[in-house]
């Protein structure tokens, strides 16, 4: 039996479970999978935080860089956010240069970061206009099977939530970083994403893979703490018809104070 009759079957087969109100792992259409946080597992890192969710697995590790701030926030810090899609988390993903879906998913991230102003960047300004730290966020995947977005996420937030800070001070217009003397990175927010899938009328919470290649379109959608929407994308070419998305928007706002709640009880 050929490899595209066996994903033809496999597709028939997601397929009737949804149409029969069952998902292919006997979840709930609104249903998470199981999410466990390990934070702090890199010791060299500011911050880190190995992911389970479900059988998607991931590392994420923050380190902080002196810099040189950027002209139109000269009293800022900065913030980067890369992510790593290898061939040995799954044989579609290619060895090279970060390609498209890298590039979304580490944006989808920075953006959820950015837009809920989880981190107070003016605090990482150490002399304005001269110097500052710049927030490194890499995130690695280990396991793909669906729904990297709202992992990554989850890595991300939680590596930056246990983030320590060194002090630092400029002297003779050098600055001098104290590695053993450190605070807590200053943090406003704990923003998460939700991901949907559209599968025809149907919407699905935190697609599995085999539920990825079958969707027709994705949103995901993060909330601040407060219960806000501060970013959306929408991936893959489906529509989004009206009454579905104001459906999709409705579901995600609910189930983020749940995934909160969860990853919280683990840090």
């Known amino acids: 039996m050929d490899l595209d009759l066996l994903a033809r079957i496999k597709r028939h087969e997601v397929l009737a479970a949804i149409r029969a109100g069952e998902r292919i792992d006997g979840r709930d259409f609104e249903e998470f999978r199981p999410i466990e946080v390990r934070a702090g597992v890199i010791s060299k890192a500011n911050g880190s935080a190995l992911v389970r969710l479900g059988n998607t697995q991931l590392v994420v590790g923050v380190k902080l860089e002196v810099g040189r701030p950027y002209p139109d926030s000269p ?11 290898v061939p040995l988390a799954d044989p579609s993903f290619e060895p090279g240069p970060p390609d498209e879906n890298a590039i979304e998913l580490s944006r989808v991230v920075d953006r959820g970061i950015r837009e809920s102003e989880m981190i107070d960047l003016e605090e990482l300004c150490i002399e304005e206009g001269e110097h500052c730290w710049v927030t490194f966020v890499d995130i690695h995947v280990l396991d793909h099977d669906g729904n990297l977005f709202d992992a990554s996420m989850i890595g991300s937030v939680s590596a930056l939530s246990i983030t320590e800070v060194p002090k630092a001070e400029v002297v003779d217009d050098e600055v001098e970083v104290m590695e053993e003397d450190t605070e807590p990175l200053a943090i406003n927010d704990f923003p998460i ?49 009206e009454h579905l998305l104001e459906d999709a928007i409705d579901l995600a706002t609910k189930k983020a104070e749940e995934v909160r709640r969860t990853v919280k009880a683990q840090l």
């Open 75 to 85: 009293n800022e810090g900065a913030l980067a956010v890369n992510a790593e899609l």
């Open 193 to 241: 994403s939700v991901t949907i899938a559209k599968v025809g009328e149907y919407l699905l919470v935190d697609p599995c893979l085999e539920e990825e290649v079958i969707m027709d379109t994705r949103l995901t959608v993060t909330v601040t703490e407060s219960g806000e929407v501060c970013a959306v994308q929408k991936g893959e070419l489906g529509d989004f018809p």
